[in-house]
């Protein structure tokens, strides 16, 4: 036996040389081939992103050639079908225009943010895509030389911007420079359903944003007026609190507070969460839930979910956004329109809000045909071919005001709340370390707020005291 | 305590026989109905789809919801099926899957044998070695890999997904290496004194008994591969060469999911899966007992 063992391992270890053997040469193999360059993907970042900001200021003054061959990716989480329809459209289309471009639409059905981010990282950034700047703040976009600087190329073509809302431009501005075009500009309205104001009698809050009777306590007052109880278990809630962060923050800036304090360039430098009227926003939100049990505890919605939970018409209001217009146009079941937040201390309204834009990566082969396609999306009639499908607030201004958009047919009735609301959109905080503080720091502990396990004054403090640190580094 | 001995002393041995079988029926009765409660509570997500995926879009939020969809809307069927380029992106999963699967069985339980049948040096090491690398979460390795497979000239094929299961495992060859332990070594013996080699050992004497493992690693990587979402999300680009777990995202958008669809196109998903297991289900239950191995 031991023979046969020995010979056996001797015919293993063959066995196993030659398969590394072979490894090694398959792993050589494709490094031998032309199209992918061995470097390393930091070097391969900067020895491309150095020619294409070269292209950046040099070669808009050369119009695109356009017998070259070009192809350029597009990618884009994909909202609802339709969207990805409408991009389908403008790639086939702007591949009509300019025969020698190739724009290859990729759509990334969930998990946007994971797919985008590995892809930078990996040093293969998208040629073009839709940049969510609540995500990756502009700063970090400047400082790490992701986006394509877009100043020469609009004033080559003497690019207009006036149409769009100018705080949506602003959003892609940092140090002069502008690294992407807008696509929307979102802000938070209160969803109603009008059937149940009308059963229980109450009159539905206003929808202009500047009244000011529509106080923290009208609403409070309306939430409990609109909450039906049987015995100890409650059927219908008066209002729904939505925890994700604009429509929280949403709150504190109506209460006249503001989630983080900023310098003059408009950096984070610190949370503001622990002012008075921040804690006190934060605190109604959560007495809502346990103390007057006027709206769901997270368990509850979480099991339901939000939406289903409005639209099987067992919530009165709920905090949402435009985007989501189209969810809303899918309920038959009872009327529904939208109104302005409750304002509380603050002198003006404030929403959480912003937008997403229109972006070419630093390093795509083809500067000047991404600027060109750029250009192609971010017309009016892009706009419009999105607002046809729902699920979009416009950033140009000709659109958001646009009959279209606007669309008496179709609820909700006062949709120019939607338009009006941008008015008072309240920046997210700008700091590299952003993301982090709000994923690592913020949501955390803002759900033992949700959970009723800490008060907002005890849960504010620990944000602040381990999120200052952070964005002092920032 | 003391009452109970004395009632059961005073009963007759047919008595006491006949309420020990009363105790069991009842035993079994409450048995059962726990089951059937546990089936009932297990069915409910899966009638929910059902249900669903019948419904007009009107129907999906009413409360309290309609059980029995009415109208009846086969058409969402039809519908899931033609807005989303369904058959493509069947096509590509069955061929992500069938591959895997043979990469898998073939690498996992070659190099189990040489850890649990071959003596040579170093092997606890680099079996623990390998242990270890069970440890390490797929997102640590995501973009060290996804750089490597770009080098490669692999992003948007199938060979990122495929290629690696070719490789082995660490989790698939520790079960396969226990259970080629079990297998007695008389009969590798006996196999070398008829002159087999090392392969032969393993492709004659080995493979034919490890039909359960084999059955096992089939319908985990099966599993695995029908459903895995993040690694075709990562390394796919083209629409066209999706599978099924990104193609039913299409149906869940940002700001809207059309329910009616997703759950349509979740159940003809499904039925594979279903229907592997069900078919599996009978080799497991034989698979237990080993046959073959007794000594």
Known sequence: MSKHLHLSRRAFLKAAAAAVGVGALAACQPAA??????????????????????????????????????????????INTGHVQVRDKWCKQFNELHPNVTVEHQPVPQDYNTKIQTLFAAGSPPDTYRYLQEVVPIITVVAKNMHLRLDDWMKKDNYDLNDFRKDAVNLYVWEGGTYALPRDYGDQNLFLNLDLFSKAGVEPPPVDWTETGFTFQKFLEMAQKLTVKKGDKTEQWGFLVNRGWRPWASWVYNNGGTVVKRDAKGVATEMALTEPVAVEALQFLQDLMYKHVVAPRPDIESEMGGFELFASGRVGMMINNPSAVNQYRTIQAFKWDIATLPLGKASKRGTGGGGSGWAAGATTKSPQWAWEFLKYISTAQGEQDEVAVGATTPSRVSVVTSPQFLDPNKPPAHSKGFAQAQEYVVRDPVNVRWPEVFNRIVTPNMDQLWSGAKTAAEVTKTIKAEADPLLAKG | MASTTVTTTSRTPSSVHLTLGGRRRIGHTMVHLALWFGVVLMFIPLAWTISTSLKPVSDIYLFPPKWIPNPVRWE??????????????????????GLSIVGKVASVTLVAFAFSRLQWWGRNVLFMVMIATMMLPPHVTLIPQFVLFKRLGWIDTF?????????????????????????????????????????GVYWRIIMPLARPIVIVIVILVFNGTWNEFLMPL?????????????????????????????????????????LLFFTAQRYFMQGIVFTGVKQ
């Open chain 2, 159 to 199: 060979l990122p997904l495929v290629v690696p299961q070719f490789f082995g495992g660490p989790y698939l060859t520790f079960l396969a290496r226990q259970f080629f332990m079990t297998l007695p070594r008389d009969l590798d013996d006996a196999a070398r004194i008829d002159g087999c080699s090392s392969f």
């Open chain 2, 76 to 97: 969402n069927y039809r519908e899931a099926v033609t807005s989303i380029p369904f058959m493509r992106y069947l096509w590509n999963t069955v061929v992500i899957t």
């Open chain 2, 234 to 274: 990562i390394y796919l680009q083209n629409p066209a060469n999706f599978t099924l777990a990104l193609g039913l995202r299409m149906f869940q958008g940002e700001a809207a999911t059309s329910w009616h669809l997703l759950m349509a196109a979740s159940l003809l998903t499904m039925l594979p899966v279903l």
């Open chain 1, 33 to 78: 081939q032309p199209a992918p360059a061995p470097k390393p993907a930091a070097a391969e970042t900067k020895a491309t992103a150095a020619p294409a900001a070269a292209a950046a200021t040099a070669a808009p003054k050369a119009a695109p050639s356009s017998s070259e061959a070009v192809k350029l990716n597009f990618v884009c989480d994909t």
